[in-house]
């Protein structure tokens, strides 16, 4: 199956994707951060859920690697806490260090707002979303915070996206606004450029 087809076919349909990707398995070759990092940006998955491997009390995965010795503590229960909880066959710190970068590179302003405009050109509302109080507050609290008090190009891409989904998106403008507040959580939560990826990757 084509994934990237499929994504995109299931977003002209009126839903949106939203991915889990898992990073830490012991067939992961070295450059599985590369490729995720791609196919998030070339699928337009704009919320995607980056979690390293934990190996769960009870399951067939947490006894064989208890079986192995690889079990090093209890799981945490937070799967996007950063941690592992075995022996990785990958390099623990090659492991966190590309996991890291691939957040910052999906969720870099620039990289964020372009797969938000990819996804508004591919979707296709089932019906016109109205705007609530509470939806025309975050509006206008988005262009406070995100369009006047945000520093850097990350206000430029804001006002981009914007003009461009009144313009050529008005029908899914709601998802607009709704995806850019949704980016500066996930900026600030997890940083700004992931550039150590960003030049392995051609998109």
């Given at each position: 199956m084509d994934l990237v087809k499929a994504v995109k076919?299931?977003?002209q349909n009126g839903m949106e994707v939203m991915g889990g990707f898992i990073i830490g398995f012991d067939n992961d070759p070295p450059d599985i951060f590369e490729r995720q990092a791609k196919f998030i940006q070339t699928s337009d998955v704009v919320k995607a859920t980056i979690s390293l491997l934990n190996a769960i009390p009870g399951t067939r995965l947490?006894?064989?690697?208890?079986?192995?010795?690889?079990?090093?503590?209890?799981?945490t229960g937070d799967n996007c806490d950063g941690s592992l909880n075995f022996m990785p066959r990958m390099d623990a710190e090659t492991i966190n260090a590309g996991y890291q970068a691939v957040l910052n590179y999906i969720y870099s302003p620039k990289n964020y707002y372009n797969r938000v405009v990819e996804f508004?050109?591919?979707?296709?509302?089932?019906?016109r979303r109205r705007f609530d109080k509470g939806e025309i507050r975050a509006f206008f609290k988005s262009i406070l915070y995100l369009g006047i008090l945000d520093k850097g190009k990350s206000k430029l891409y804001y006002w981009k996206l914007l003009i461009r989904a009144l313009l050529f998106h008005r029908s899914e403008f709601a998802e607009a606004v709704s995806n850019a507040i949704f980016g500066y959580h996930f900026n600030r939560l997890f940083g700004r450029q992931g550039k150590s990826i960003e030049r392995k990757i051609i998109l």
């Open positions: 076919t299931i977003h947490y006894q064989r690697l208890k079986e192995e010795g690889r079990i090093l503590d209890n799981c508004l050109k591919d979707y296709t509302p089932v019906r």
